[in-house]
């Protein structure tokens, strides 16, 4: 009785762990440990191995398989309603003025591999085709929309204090949305360096190498051979942990885009809204030099987590940008086209039943300040030469089930911009305010 009695109490420790095949090693690690303690004895062990083998085969964990060389795997997704009110008033009667309610969508469904020989990689499936967002807008006579990649990546992590990376992959750089939006994933290929110089202090450097346009080699406008475009960036990031609950992050970076310059009045001298493509990107990714320094200060409030947040952005190439690439040759530049910035409060968190989060920001952004085809495209409807607020709240319902409520509210601080060109670069000089209000509920599964 007693020799059935820890046979069960054994079985049923582990039983837990045979339910996939992934964690069907770690079941016989743990038969093997009881073993070594002499909990059990060599011949229940094998028993109990025999009978985990049964039960695995019998479940439908059994039938999933996979190669010797994947050592974990992580499959996730979650899925998001939104329902939005986006208004925007132009600065010429008529002309870019909008008000919409509309229904959208968006949902990511993806895997991420821990294999052998320190490899690991990832892909990740998501809705939409803007580098953006992955929105989708419903309504179009109950049609079905595109799944598409949003990340494919392998990283190799030849030592703890490295990692490598290619290929499509998660925004590895610390930042806000006031310069990267944070559904946008780059392309290319980014190096990660971390070291623990002591308990409280925590250095890092990443650096990047993202292709951000490809033209075909072929191509020349104007007599100009195209060339592709680059992002060069480094960064240095920096934690100190001053308390059980409160750390200090500073991260200066600097951000470099390679492309070419073509004058012309004409042309469609930046490509401001959508994904960047290769019919108006002539001048996109001229002119960007970007010095940057985001961070945040956390801590502790009436038991909440909390922090303040920052980011900073500096164009050394604002002026140039302003008056080339976007051809506004009649405004006077000064320091604050070239600048943007951002400063908010948090308090709360969202992972688990229960728990809620209230944060508020004010931003502004200079004319010729930062790339508005990566920065997060519902401020100010992603237009430039605009300053004002985001308040974002949300509640989780569950563990996996979360209400949120975002609102936006931007005008410009500079009025009656014009360009050498029509009204078409809109991204620039089109409207005086915006107002945005989105309604979320999101899932995961």
């Known amino acids: 009785m007693k020799h059935h009695l820890k046979r069960f109490l054994a079985l049923a420790g582990?039983?837990?762990?045979?339910?996939?095949?992934?964690?069907?090693?770690?079941?016989?690690?743990l038969v093997d440990a009881l073993v070594k303690k002499g909990v059990l004895t060599d011949q229940e062990g094998e028993e109990i191995r025999a009978d985990l083998v049964k039960e695995y085969n019998s479940t439908s964990a059994g039938k999933l398989n996979v190669g010797s060389y994947v050592k974990q795997l992580k499959l996730y997704g979650d899925a998001r309603w939104r329902y939005e009110y986006a208004a925007q008033d132009?600065?010429?009667d008529g002309v870019n003025n909008a008000h919409n309610w509309r229904a959208r969508y968006r949902i990511r469904l993806g895997a991420e591999y821990k294999l052998a020989d320190n490899f690991s990689s990832g892909f990740e499936l998501d809705?939409?085709?803007?580098?953006?967002?992955?929105?989708?807008?419903?309504?179009?006579?109950?049609?079905?929309?595109?799944?598409?990649?949003?990340?494919?990546?392998?990283?190799?992590?030849?030592?703890?204090?490295?990692?490598l990376t290619g290929g499509k992959?998660?925004?590895?750089?610390?930042?806000?949305?006031?310069?990267?939006?944070?559904?946008?994933?780059?392309?290319?290929?980014?190096?990660?360096?971390?070291?623990?110089?002591?308990?409280?202090?925590?250095?890092?450097?990443?650096?990047?190498?993202?292709?951000?346009?490809?033209?075909?080699?072929?191509?020349?406008?104007?007599?100009?051979?195209?060339?592709?475009?680059?992002?060069?960036?480094?960064?240095?990031p920096i934690t100190y942990k001053y308390s059980r609950d409160g750390s200090v992050t500073f991260a200066p970076a600097f951000y470099t885009y390679t492309g070419n310059y073509i004058p012309s009045s004409t042309a469609s001298n930046a490509f401001l809204t959508g994904s960047p493509n290769t019919t108006n990107n002539?001048?996109?990714?001229?002119?960007?030099?970007?010095?940057?320094?985001?961070?945040?200060v956390s801590f502790k409030l009436f038991k909440q987590k909390a922090k303040f947040y920052w980011d900073f952005v500096y164009n050394a190439?604002?002026?140039?940008?302003?008056?080339?690439?976007?051809?506004?040759?009649?405004?006077?530049?000064?320091?604050?086209?070239s600048v943007a910035w951002l400063a908010g409060f948090q308090i709360g968190d969202s992972k688990k039943k229960g728990d809620w989060l209230v944060g508020i920001d004010y931003r502004q952004i200079g004319l010729g300040s930062i790339d508005p085809n990566i920065s997060d495209p519902s401020w100010g409807s992603g237009y430039l030469n605009q300053?004002?607020?985001?308040?974002?709240?949300?509640?989780n319902f569950?563990?996996?089930?979360?209400?949120?409520?975002?609102?936006?509210?931007?005008?410009?601080?500079?009025?009656?911009?014009?360009?050498?060109?029509?009204?078409?670069?809109?991204?620039?000089?089109?409207?005086?305010s915006t107002s945005t209000l989105q309604l979320d509920l999101l899932w995961k599964f």
Do not use: M
Not at 128 to 134: E, I, K, L, M, V
């Open 282 to 296: 002539l001048n996109g990714a001229s002119n960007l030099n970007l010095i940057t320094a985001p961070g945040d």
């Open 127 to 163: 809705s939409a085709t803007s580098n953006d967002t992955g929105n989708q807008t419903i309504g179009a006579g109950f049609g079905k929309f595109s799944i598409n990649v949003g990340l494919l990546y392998l990283n190799y992590k030849p030592w703890e204090w490295v990692t």
């Open 90 to 92: 132009g600065q010429t």
């Open 169 to 236: 992959f998660k925004n590895p750089f610390y930042t806000t949305d006031l310069l990267w939006s944070p559904d946008l994933n780059p392309e290319g290929a980014v190096q990660l360096f971390s070291w623990q110089v002591s308990d409280q202090l925590t250095v890092g450097l990443t650096t990047g190498e993202l292709n951000y346009v490809e033209n075909s080699d072929s191509g020349s406008s104007s007599g100009v051979k195209l060339q592709d475009s680059w992002i060069y960036a480094a960064q240095l």
């Open 387 to 395: 300053q004002g607020i985001k308040l974002r709240t949300s509640y």
């Open 317 to 337: 190439s604002g002026e140039s940008r302003v008056h080339q690439t976007y051809n506004i040759v009649t405004q006077n530049n000064d320091l604050s086209d």
């Open 14 to 29: 582990v039983a837990v762990l045979a339910v996939s095949a992934l964690q069907a090693q770690d079941s016989r690690s």
């Open 398 to 432: 569950t563990d996996f089930v979360q209400g949120g409520i975002t609102y936006y509210n931007t005008w410009n601080y500079k009025e009656n911009i014009a360009n050498s060109g029509t009204n078409s670069q809109t991204g620039v000089n089109g409207v005086n």
